[in-house]
């Protein structure tokens, strides 16, 4: 066979030598192509079939075989073509390469860190510099921005532990006012209650609560919060202790501002009897000796670790709160005493507010146990940590690890309902008293955190466990609890730093607590004691 092309190509013979086919003639078009355009059409054809064979071949041997040849060109070819960076999967498992290898890697002397992105983005453009290097800048940043994020929270809970240990201005100068009034206004010292209600003071067919705190305001947030929600109030007989400085103040406050039908009482720690330095030794070596002092009251940014996570620094400040020492924070382990005509009072702290009647809790049968509480290693909210005895004592003492089991459910203190005929027939007294003297001849060293772990040995085997709707805790730790189980619950407890009284308050759970505070009232007006 023979092909003729004729110099103007616009026409094409082909004949065969056999005799079948004499010849064929093709007549193209009457446009003319150069031989130059066949030849470069050719020589491109001839480099790039062999470049697209081998693409294939990759793409092929990769395991990116489901896909067409050109697709996969395209994926390939476009984003270079169009001057992007590859983000195939290898590109970032290179990147991680790199990473893992700076991690593993000092950084080297003398190394610039960028303070921002911005800063890195600038670096590069002005300073180029490999792959390696810009690994390690990456580092360097990271860790820059950990430390000072760290150092910034540590700070943080430095600031909050001294805003909780203060007294706000406007509660300072509501006490000093109703101490005043308390000299200068005879409806001011009345007496609490009347004489014709004393009776109701021992008499058990009441229902008694007990709040002992030297905060005025708080004191009434707690007793108008039991009355309002109560359906019976004049079953309702209060009794509020105080220590002798706020007495006058407290008391005042009551007599100008009665709760019929319910029954208040205030009395000072002074006016009790039974309270005296032999009944309570430990309480007051506690209170006197030189090293306690110096650890509660002392300078508690000299003693912060910063090398401590910013969990654990918080829980050692907070464990250095002064209160701790005080005795009105370990006046509830002498109830028998203080109360020795009472069977069954409901103890409850200054830092809580009541959402729902509370009769119900005097039918609970407590089978026998002196305290019904809440356990808090049960917890359903998942942003409350659940606690057990591990939580407060510290078992890597020996004393404590002998004795007690670390995984032992805790409970709460702040709401407790006390069998107080059947804890006169313990010794949960003078356990209590025994473990405080083994901590303070161990400098602290078997627990840290106030009165509740005394109270967890102390009450081992006499607890009963209540519903977790009697009490949730955690609302001055953190904000982040369940709306609903929140609203349900009967007492909720501001325990932690962020007190509703206090400015550091989370101000989305402060509302609850605001509700039972009169702002109109003369004396918080005066105060300037403003709802934030």
Not at 242 to 267: G, I, N, Q
Request: hydrophobic share 40%; proline share 6%.
């Amino acid at each position: 066979m023979q092909v003729h092309i004729s110099p103007s190509m616009g026409q094409i013979t082909i004949s065969a030598t056999n005799g079948f086919l004499d010849f064929t003639k093709v007549k193209g078009a009457a446009r003319h192509i150069s031989y130059r355009s066949i030849f470069y059409t050719v020589l491109i054809l001839a480099f790039l079939l062999p470049f697209v064979f081998i693409l294939t071949a990759l793409v092929t041997l990769e395991g990116v075989n489901n896909c067409s040849s050109l697709d996969c060109i395209g994926r390939r070819l476009g984003p270079r073509l169009l001057g992007r960076v590859d983000v195939s999967p290898r590109m970032g498992r290179e990147i991680y390469q790199l990473l893992l290898q700076a991690s593993n890697e000092a950084l080297p002397e003398g190394l610039t860190i960028p303070e921002s992105f911005p800063d890195l983005i600038t670096d590069m453009k002005t300073n180029p510099y490999d792959a390696k290097t810009f690994a390690l800048k990456m580092k360097a940043m990271v860790q820059q921005m950990e430390q000072k994020a760290r150092s910034a929270k540590l700070q943080e809970y430095l600031y909050r532990h001294f805003a909780s240990s203060g007294i706000p201005k406007g509660m300072h100068c509501l006490s000093l006012r109703l101490a005043d009034e308390y000299s200068s206004n005879a409806h001011a010292r009345r007496q609490l209650p009347s004489p014709e209600l004393v009776p109701r003071l021992t008499d058990n067919s009441y229902n008694h609560f007990v709040v002992a705190t030297d905060n005025v305001l708080s004191a009434s947030v707690v007793v108008s919060s039991v009355v309002k929600n109560c359906a019976k109030p004049e079953k309702i007989v209060f009794h509020v202790i105080t220590d002798r400085k706020t007495y006058a103040a407290m008391h005042a406050w009551f007599a100008l501002h009665p709760l019929p039908p319910a029954t208040v009482e205030v009395k000072g720690v002074h006016q009790f009897d039974w309270l005296t330095k032999d009944n309570v030794p430990v309480l007051e070596a506690m209170e006197t000796h030189f090293e306690i002092r110096r650890y509660y009251h002392g300078d508690h940014a000299i003693g912060a670790n910063l090398n401590d996570s910013p969990n654990v620094l918080a829980a050692k400040l907070q464990a250095r709160s002064p209160k701790y020492i005080s005795i009105m924070n370990h006046l509830r382990i002498y109830l028998p005493e203080l109360f020795p005509n009472l069977r069954k009072v409901i103890f409850l702290d200054d830092d809580v507010v009541v959402q729902r009647d509370l009769s119900p809790l005097w039918d609970i049968d407590l089978a026998g146990k002196v305290n019904g509480a809440v356990e808090t290693c049960r917890i359903a909210d998942p942003w409350v940590r659940s606690k057990t005895f591990k939580t407060y004592l510290n078992f890597s003492h020996p004393l404590i690890a002998k004795n007690f089991n670390p995984d032992q459910c805790a409970w709460a203190y702040g709401m407790n309902i006390f069998d107080l005929q059947t804890w006169r027939r313990t010794n949960i007294r003078e356990v209590y008293h025994h473990w405080l003297k083994k901590n303070l001849n161990s400098k602290l060293s078997l627990w840290r955190l106030g009165t509740l772990p005394p109270a967890l040995i102390a009450f081992n085997g006499y607890v009963h466990p209540i519903d977790p709707s009697w009490h949730v805790l955690g609302l001055g730790y953190q904000s982040r609890i369940n709306q609903d189980t929140l609203r349900k619950a009967a007492v909720i407890h501001y325990n932690g730093q962020a007190k509703p009284w206090l400015e550091i308050a989370f101000p989305e759970l402060r509302l609850f607590w605001t509700k039972y505070v009169d702002y109109n009232d003369e004396f918080i007006r005066n105060c300037n004691i403003m709802e934030s």
